[in-house]
C-alpha cells in the first residue's frame, strides 16, 4: 500500500473515530438527551456531530427527535450556539427525511421574528430566508416577506443587511416572485428618502432583484429616482445612484433609461470625495462592456488620467485598473495612447506614490503593441523601485518588470537590468535580497535572460548559511522555483543539501522552505538520489512546534510517494513509512491537524 494511501486511511479513521465516538456516547440516551445535558461550552462541537451524523441512516430517528431542542437552541443567549444551531438546522433541511419534523417548526422559528432582541430576529430572517430553497417550506416562509421589507428601514444596518439578502434569497425562489413583487415600489420609494442608508440599501436590493426577469418592468421605474442621486448634496448617495446604475447596466431592458444619465456618472471621477471617485472608475470598467455605451466611455477617458495622481490610493488603484481594462479593447487605445505622455511625465513626480502608480500602469499597458515604444522609458524607473525602503513600492517594480518581460519587444532593454538585480541578494537589506530573489525567478520564464541568471546561483546558495532566516529562506524558495529549468539544475545540485538541511533550522519559515524544496526537487530526475538521502529529515517534522510545518510534512510525503518512481525509491520511502509508525509519530501528527 503506498504512503499515501496509509496517510489517507490514518486521517479518515481519525475523523470517523471522532464520529462515532460520539455516537456511540450517545447509545444510551438520545440524542435529544445528549443536547440537553451538554453544557454551553460542548453544545456547538454537539451540533456539529449531529449534523455530520445526519447522514447516517441508523441516527435519523435519533436526530428527527432532537430537531425541537435544536430549534429552542436558536434563541440561546450565546451566539456561537445559535450559530451552530442554524447551521446544523439548515444542513439537516438538506435531506428530504428531516424536512417534515422541521416544516412542524417553522411556526417557532417564525415567532422569533418579533423578539425583542435585534440579533434573534435578524438570526431567524436568515435562517428563514436560506430554509425557503426548499419547496415543502416555501407556502409557510411566504409570511416573512413583510417582515423582512420592515426590516429595510431599522436603525440598524445590520438589520437592514439582513432584510436585504432575505429578499434576495427569497426572490430566487420562482414560487414567491409573485408575493415580492407588490413591495418592489416600497423599496423604490427608499430611493426618495433622506436616510442614507435607506437609499443605499433601496439601491442594493433593487440591483439585486434585477437578476429576475418578472421584476424588471417595475424596477424600470427606479431609474430617474437613481439618476436624481447623482447631483444630491450627500457623497453618499450619490455613489449609491452611481453604483445602482452600474449594476442595472448588466441587463439590456434598462440601457436605454440609463444612457442619459452616463455623463454624470463619469463626471464623478472629479468629485469631491474620494468614494464617489472611485464609483465613477468603477463604472467606467462596467458600461464600456457594452455596445451602446461605448460612444460615450470614449468622450470621458481623459478624466481617468488626473485620478493616477489622486490623494487616496484606493482611487488611484482603481484608476490603473480601470485604464488597464479599457486599454484592452481596440477602439480606446488611439485614445489612452494620447495619454501616455501626460501619464510618462508623473515618472518625474516628485512624489512616490504617483510615480509608483505611473510605473504600474504603463507597465499594463505594455501588453498592446502600440504603446510599447513609449512605454520602454519605465524600465530604469521601475528597477528604482526595487531599492525602495517601503515594501510595496519594491512589489510594484517587480510586479511592472515581471509584466514587461512577457513582451518580446521589451526583453532586450530589460537585459541589461539584471547585473543589478543580482545585486540586491549581496545587500544587507532582507527586503532588497527578498524581492531580488522573487524577480530573478520570475524573469527566468525567459529563455533571453538564463544565462545572465545563471550566475546568480552561487549568491542564492550563499543565502543558504546567512544569519537571518529571511534571506535563507529567500535563497531557498529561489532555487527551488529556477529548478523548474533544465539550464540552472547542474549548478543548483550543488547546493540541495544545504537547501533541504533547512528541515532542521530553528525557524519554522525556513523549515517550511526546505519541506516545499522537497516537493519541487523530487519532480527532476537529476535530483532523486539526492532528495532521497535526505528523506529521514521529514520524519522529526511531523512532530514540529510548529502546525503549519506539520502539515507540510505530512503534505510533502504524500507528494513524494505519488511520484512514479524506480523500486529503490519505493523501498525508501517504505523505510520511512516503518519509522513513522514505529515511533508513533503519526497519530500525533494527524491528531495536531
Not at 67 to 80: F, G, K, Q
Not at 462 to 479: E, I, P, S
Not at 540 to 560: C, F, K, M, P, Q
Request: glycine content about 4%; proline content about 3%; overall charge negative.
Amino acid at each position: 500500500m503506498g504512503i499515501d494511501n496509509r496517510l489517507e486511511i490514518s486521517w479518515g479513521i481519525h475523523s470517523l473515530t471522532k464520529l462515532y465516538k460520539f455516537a456511540h456516547e450517545c447509545k444510551n440516551d438520545s440524542l435529544c438527551a445528549s443536547l440537553l445535558l451538554t453544557d454551553s461550552k460542548g453544545l456547538p462541537a454537539a451540533l456539529t456531530e449531529v449534523g455530520k451524523l445526519g447522514n447516517l441512516a441508523q441516527f435519523q430517528w435519533e436526530i428527527k427527535a432532537s430537531i425541537p431542542r435544536i430549534v429552542t437552541l436558536l434563541a440561546h443567549s450565546n451566539s456561537v450556539i445559535r450559530s451552530s444551531a442554524a447551521n446544523t438546522l439548515l444542513q439537516l433541511s438538506e435531506k428530504a427525511e428531516f424536512r417534515k419534523i422541521i416544516g412542524i417548526s417553522i411556526p417557532e422559528i417564525s415567532a422569533l421574528l418579533k423578539n425583542s432582541d435585534r440579533i434573534r430576529r435578524n438570526a431567524a430572517m436568515d435562517i428563514l430566508s436560506t430554509l425557503s430553497a426548499q419547496v415543502e417550506f416555501q407556502e409557510s416562509i411566504v409570511a416573512i416577506i413583510p417582515h423582512a421589507v420592515e426590516l429595510l428601514n431599522e436603525d440598524e444596518w445590520d438589520g437592514r443587511m439582513t432584510g436585504k439578502n432575505a429578499l434576495t434569497r427569497l426572490s430566487e425562489q420562482v414560487e414567491l416572485r409573485e408575493c415580492i413583487a407588490p413591495r418592489i415600489p416600497e423599496i423604490i420609494d427608499l430611493l426618495k428618502g433622506n436616510n442614507r442608508y435607506g437609499c443605499r440599501i433601496g439601491g442594493l436590493l433593487l440591483s439585486d432583484l434585477s437578476a429576475q426577469v418578472e421584476f424588471r418592468d417595475v424596477i424600470r421605474t427606479s431609474i430617474p429616482h437613481l439618476a436624481h442621486l447623482l447631483t444630491d448634496k450627500d457623497w453618499y448617495k450619490r455613489v449609491t445612484g452611481a453604483n445602482a446604475l452600474s449594476a442595472l447596466s448588466e441587463y439590456a431592458e434598462f440601457r436605454d433609461k440609463i444612457s442619459a444619465s452616463i455623463p454624470q456618472i463619469l463626471a464623478l471621477a472629479q468629485d469631491e470625495h474620494d468614494y464617489a471617485r472611485k464609483a465613477a472608475s468603477a463604472a467606467f470598467s462596467k458600461f464600456w462592456e457594452h455596445v451602446e455605451f461605448k460612444a460615450l466611455i470614449g468622450t470621458h477617458i481623459h478624466l481617468l488620467v488626473p485620478l493616477l495622481t489622486d490623494n487616496d490610493a484606493y482611487v488611484r488603484r482603481e484608476a490603473v485598473g480601470t485604464l488597464s481594462t479599457l486599454s484592452e479593447q481596440a477602439e480606446f487605445r488611439k485614445i489612452i495612447g494620447i495619454s501616455i505622455p501626460e501619464i510618462s511625465a508623473l515618472l518625474k513626480n516628485s512624489d512616490q506614490t504617483r510615480r509608483t502608480a505611473a510605473v504600474d500602469i504603463l507597465s499594463n499597458l505594455s501588453a498592446q503593441v502600440e504603446f510599447q515604444e513609449s512605454i520602454v522609458v519605465i524600465i530604469p524607473h521601475a528597477v528604482e523601485l526595487l531599492n525602495e525602503d517601503e515594501w510595496d513600492l519594491r512589489v510594484t517594480g517587480r510586479n511592472a518588470l515581471t509584466r514587461l518581460s512577457v513582451q518580446v519587444e521589451l526583453r532586450e532593454c530589460i537585459a541589461p537590468c539584471i547585473p543589478g538585480i543580482i545585486d540586491l541578494l549581496k545587500g544587507d537589506n532582507r527586503y532588497g535580497c527578498r524581492i531580488g530573489g522573487l524577480l530573478l525567478s520570475d524573469l527566468s520564464a525567459q529563455v533571453e535572460f538564463r544565462d545572465v541568471i545563471r550566475t546568480s546561483i552561487p549568491h542564492l546558495a550563499h543565502l543558504l548559511t546567512d544569519k537571518d532566516w529571511y534571506k535563507r529562506v529567500t535563497g531557498a524558495n529561489a532555487l527551488s522555483a529556477l529548478s523548474e529549468y533544465a539550464e540552472f539544475r547542474n549548478k543548483i545540485s550543488a547546493s540541495i543539501p544545504q537547501v533541504l538541511a533547512l528541515a532542521q533550522d530553528e525557524h519554522d519559515y525556513a523549515r517550511q522552505a526546505a519541506l516545499a524544496a522537497f516537493s519541487k526537487f523530487w519532480e527532476h530526475v537529476e535530483f532523486k538520489a539526492l532528495v532521497r538521502t535526505h528523506i529521514h529529515l521529514l520524519v522529526a517534522l511531523l512532530t514540529d512546534n510548529d502546525l503549519y510545518v506539520r502539515r507540510e510534512a505530512v503534505g510533502t510525503i504524500s507528494t513524494l510517494s505519488e511520484q512514479v518512481a524506480p523500486t529503490y525509491d519505493i523501498i525508501s520511502l517504505s523505510s520511512l513509512w516503518i519509522q513513522i509508525t514505529a515511533s508513533h509519530l503519526l497519530p500525533t501528527s494527524l491528531h495536531t491537524l
